[in-house]
């Protein structure tokens, strides 16, 4: 069965430090992967998505993120974090061989940045 | 504007009494899922629609029922709702299955069950 880890569970930074989050899935296939952001009080919002390509994948406000395929990892970055970035990560995983549009998510990572 | 919305928002009931949350998406989409959230456990899906009156069991399913009447509506259903479904609930839905389109959210729906 297809899972998905995010290793870090609680990240706290200044504003202009920079961020790397981990994520690693295992499923042997073809994957499409999505990290989404949850601000407070807020519903699940897309950052970026990788469905084939360039493995460098740039999304909404400054994120990035690298898919990896022989470490089966999509970590999430991010050069210079703001206050406005506080919130949760999570990262996400599809299998499109199995023709649902399941994700199966990570149990998500709290940042925390302080100005 | 394109979004799925969930109705109520908040919702405190007592064990047993039945409930139902509404999910509604105005982009014509094919594919429709219910997630709940739980601290330190992510999102997991409960209940998933390919189309009206195609529906499918999540990682989930046990204590709730869905049912798909309508393209843009897919209800969530407790019968008998027990404290172990207090969470939070997440309504989703993207254009078509199995084509890796981009899933939208609902704003979410939190429930206590006492």
């Known amino acids: 069965a297809q899972s998905v880890s995010q290793h870090n569970h609680h990240v706290i930074l200044s504003e202009a430090a920079s961020l790397e989050l981990g994520c690693n899935y295992s499923y042997g296939g073809t994957v499409n992967l999505f990290w989404y952001v949850q601000y407070p009080g807020q519903h699940l919002q897309l950052l970026l998505k990788y469905f084939s390509g360039d493995p460098l994948v740039k999304g909404i406000k400054g994120f990035e993120a690298e898919f990896i395929k022989s470490k089966f990892s999509f970590n999430l970055r991010k050069p210079s974090v703001q206050w406005s970035d506080t919130a949760e990560y999570f990262c996400a995983v599809n299998a499109p061989s199995y023709n649902t549009d399941k994700l199966i998510f990570g149990t998500g990572t709290r940042l925390q940045v302080f100005p | ?114």
């Open chain 2, 1 to 114: 504007e394109a979004q799925v919305t969930q109705n109520p928002r908040y919702l405190i009931t007592v064990t047993g009494k039945k409930l139902t949350v509404t999910c509604s998406q105005n982009m014509n989409h094919e594919y429709m899922s219910w997630y709940r959230q739980d601290p330190g456990l992510g999102l997991r899906q409960i209940y998933y629609s390919m189309n009206v009156e195609v529906t499918d069991k999540g990682d989930v399913p046990e204590g709730y029922k869905v049912s798909r009447k309508e393209k843009r509506n897919f209800p969530l259903i407790l019968e008998s709702p027990s404290p172990n479904q207090t969470s939070l609930y997440f309504c989703a839905s993207s254009l078509a299955p199995g084509r890796t389109y981009e899933q939208y959210f609902g704003p979410g729906t939190r429930l206590t069950v006492t």
